[in-house]
């Protein structure tokens, strides 16, 4: 079993900047792709961004690429989004997961353990 707690979330301006962290506990994170998923009031939970285990490689929405910054430190167990030009419309609770087979990492259906999530909330 994993255990994920992300932290970070707040309120801030449009424009601002927001780390979130997700942190693990019961199992190493080296073997797992790890995501960022979101979900804003009244809709439905949608794909932000993703690292995979071995190289790193990173996936963005379109809507965050160039603004938000995936990244893992390993040996923390912890993944970080650095999220920078926020604007009211990335407001939503933010949640990361984890996915040990890497086969998809922008469906929310292949992720094996997920967070209860941070609040963000960008003021205009």
Known sequence: QVQLVESGGGLVQAGGSLRLSCTAS??????????????????????????????????????????????RDNGKNTVYLQMNGL??????????AAQYSGINVYSQRHYDYWGQGT??????
């Not at 604007?87 to 990361?96: H, Q």
């Not at 609040?119 to 205009?124: I, T």
């Open 26 to 71: 019961g199992r190493t994170l080296s073997s797992y792709a790890m995501g960022w998923f979101r979900q804003a009031p009244g809709k439905e939970r949608e794909f932000v961004a993703a690292i995979s285990w071995s190289i790193g490689n990173t996936y963005y929405a379109d809507s965050v690429r160039g603004r938000f910054t995936i990244s």
């Open 87 to 96: 604007k009211p419309e990335d407001t939503a609770v933010y949640s990361c």
């Open 119 to 124: 609040q963000v909330a960008v003021s205009s």
